[in-house]
């Protein structure tokens, strides 16, 4: 009753959103463009907000249902991954950088697109030093009526006027230069017609050149100066390039992270598995013991609750791989669905790599793009210091000018004429000073920017203090991973040791479940143990390659440049040139060796209940545990302790055989 009343609630809700996406689709398209038409537009006096259905409508692939615990897909075909193709995938679908947070990916806010973007500022800053052309031609027509005495009658008036034809030239050109000046050619032109009318010229025409030059001797003067906004957009750039090789880094270090845990929620999943069945068999085992009177029912109850704790553990882990699994595929760039499941078969690193201390500590402050991006900002500082202390200055400029006057027309007798080329000449010289009292604004902005400059140095000491506690924290780890690893091997052979003889007791009736229990426990928890301490131990090495910034460097990845036409500077009717696009990384990498089995297999995984038959005759001997202790007897009288001499003595006359600890470091031992 309760699970048809919840199916039917579902199926009310999957209505309801089916009828509200059917009700929004139905609505006509709204653009904001649309206003009335009418002389004067009115006020906006309401909310208009589009509903989501009116926006534009994007197409979202169509994909199966991706795999859960309730459908893991695990019987589905597989396909081999090796960590090389990994990261290949991962630089190719690279248009958006991503980068994994947890047990998924997100993006890092950065493209392939943005260094392009940010580069055609530098254009836009070298603009100020375009020459400037200026071109304005106007015709204009002018009547103006006037009321005089009729000579005729000198009691009225006549309404008269005249008409004034005129066509204007302005034309200009100015530019400038790196030190601050500007220079400049003007030629104007005036021609005038006057109708009717008596006048020396009709008509007329009046001309004049002139060259002019302004430099500035304090504010504004200088070549470093001039430069400084064109210096800002190539830091600018530079910024925006390795805050993207940042995120490229994260993203490579990502997917073998993802990569990594991927492999050791495999082999967890393979010890969980392996638990259940060695609980199941137990169970079984415990359930014959029931039936021949060698058990009761507390002993089936414990193993039964035992195997549903076991199979709760698996549904756990075998969610984690589907997690882990999720996340590689994220970091790669594909959908949630896979019709053949992704198998990593690349073999982790088993050898403990070198580390030279002093070497990386020199790689990162020279490689690491947050450290660059530190010292970036220091530059861009120092000349936003220039600027700051140029425009404290006051503003003095020399200004230089010099004109060619023309005028030509026609006489009254038709003949026309001209004057002389350079009869009519003007000339002005000039200095110009002004300056705000006190400079107080300027000299607050010079302020700033030297505080700045010490806040980003002590930035920059900040980042390298960082850069070298994080190094000793990966090399830290990375020591403790690998050596937690060797651990780990001890511990597992061990555990299997243990399981085994548990087991074989158990089955005579010596020992009790729990402790049978407890040793598959600590075996299911001794192989994740070991698989996840080598797994963080190969995702270390990366990560101590991203915390040096040399992770690109050693996969073998660069940028290149890809470039597109564009309007150039003969406008839109002349060739069109390349200029950059966009930096994609190269999917080049080929560091890791290929596999011809799951990561996991390398992890030499059997069972070690099937094996224990097969594995018999190379297990040590089995202890006697009826067989009785013989002790040492002290005489009462003799009241001093022994020499380790003396213990030593009574342990080789007692010992014949090994121990069983000897049998197992003998094991382990290398």
């Given amino acids: 009753m309760g699970s048809h009343t919840k199916r039917h609630r579902r199926n009310r809700r999957l209505l309801a959103l089916a009828l509200a996406a059917g009700s929004t689709a139905s609505l006509p398209p709204v653009t904001l463009s649309e206003d009335p038409h009418r002389p004067i537009l009115p006020e906006q006096r309401c909310l208009e907000i589009r509903s989501p259905g009116q926006l534009c409508q994007v197409c979202v692939p169509v994909t199966p249902r991706p795999a859960t615990v309730l459908d893991n897909q695990f019987d589905f075909p597989t396909s081999y991954l090796t960590l090389n193709e990994a990261i290949n995938i991962t630089l190719a679908n690279s248009e958006v950088v991503r980068v994994l947070g947890g047990v998924t990916a997100s993006t890092s806010g950065r493209t392939i697109y943005d260094a392009a973007i940010t580069n055609t500022t530098i254009d836009a800053q070298r603009a100020t030093f375009d020459p400037n052309l200026r071109l304005n031609n106007v015709w204009n027509q002018t009547e103006s009526p006037n009321a005089v005495f009729d000579p005729l009658d000198p009691a009225n008036a006549i309404i008269g006027g005249t008409q004034n034809e005129g066509y204007g030239l302005d034309f200009g050109l100015s530019k400038r230069n790196m030190l601050g000046g500007t220079s400049s050619l003007g030629v104007n032109s005036n021609t005038n017609r006057i109708t009717p009318g008596i006048v020396p010229l009709n008509p007329a025409d009046r001309t004049t050149t002139e060259l002019s030059y302004t430099q500035p001797f304090l504010q504004g003067a200088g070549r470093v100066v001039n430069q400084a906004p064109i210096v800002l957009a190539r830091i600018d750039t530079e910024r925006s390039y390795f805050q993207y090789k940042s995120a490229v880094q994260q993203s490579v270090q990502g997917v073998i992270e993802a990569y990594w845990s991927l492999v050791f929620a495999k082999t967890d999943l393979w010890a969980r598995r392996q638990q259940v069945e060695q609980a199941d068999f137990a169970n079984t085992r415990t359930e014959a013991r029931i039936a021949a009177g060698d058990a009761n029912a507390g002993d089936l109850a414990q193993s039964q609750l035992a195997l549903e704790n076991f199979r709760a553990s698996l549904l756990a882990s075998e969610a984690n791989v589907l997690q882990r699994q999720a996340a590689l595929l994220n970091m790669l760039g ?103 009292l006190g400079l107080r604004a300027e000299r607050a902005s010079l302020r700033q920017r030297q505080l700045l400059i010490t806040r980003d140095r002590a930035n920059l000491d900040q980042g ?80 101590l390659e991203l915390q040096t910034g040399t992770i690109l460097q050693t996969h073998n990845v660069v940028f290149f440049e890809e470039r597109f036409r564009s309007i150039g500077p003969m406008g839109r009717l002349g060739e069109e040139p390349c200029y950059p696009r966009s930096l994609p990384p190269t999917a080049s990498v080929d560091r890791y060796e290929g596999g011809s089995q799951p990561s996991e297999e390398y992890f030499d995984l059997e069972d070690p209940v099937a094996k224990r038959d097969a594995g018999a005759s190379n297990l040590p001997n089995p202890v006697d545990l009826d067989r009785e202790v013989e002790f040492q007897k002290v005489d009462e009288t003799d009241s001093d302790e022994m020499t380790d001499e003396e213990i030593d003595e009574v342990l080789r006359k007692r010992s014949a055989t090994r121990t069983l600890g000897d049998r197992i470091r003998g094991l382990f031992r290398r």
């Fill in 464 to 543: 390298l203090h960082q850069m070298q506690h994080s190094l000793a924290l990966s090399l830290r780890n990375l020591e403790q991973f690998f050596a937690q690893y060797e651990r780990f091997q001890a511990v597992r052979q061990a555990a299997r040791i243990n399981l085994e003889r548990q087991l074989a007791q158990y089955n005579e009736g010596i020992v009790q479940f729990i402790v049978v229990l407890q040793a598959i426990v600590d075996w299911g928890n001794s192989v994740s143990a070991e698989a996840q301490a080598l797994s963080q131990y190969n995702t270390e090495i990366s990560r």
């Fill in 334 to 436: 594909l959908p949630p669905y896979e019709a053949q499941r992704t198998i990593p078969v690349t073999p982790m690193a088993e050898e403990l790599i070198e580390v030279d201390w002093a070497a990386i500590n020199e790689l990162a402050q020279r490689e690491r793009p947050d450290i660059i991006e530190l010292k970036l900002i220091l530059e861009a500082d120092q000349q936003r210091l220039l600027l700051a202390d140029n425009q404290a200055r006051p503003q003095l400029n020399g200004v230089a000018l010099y004109r060619w006057n023309g005028l030509e027309g026609i006489a009254p007798s038709g003949n026309r004429i001209q004057s002389g080329s350079g009869d009519f000449e003007d000339w002005s010289l000039g200095v110009n000073f002004s300056v705000p």
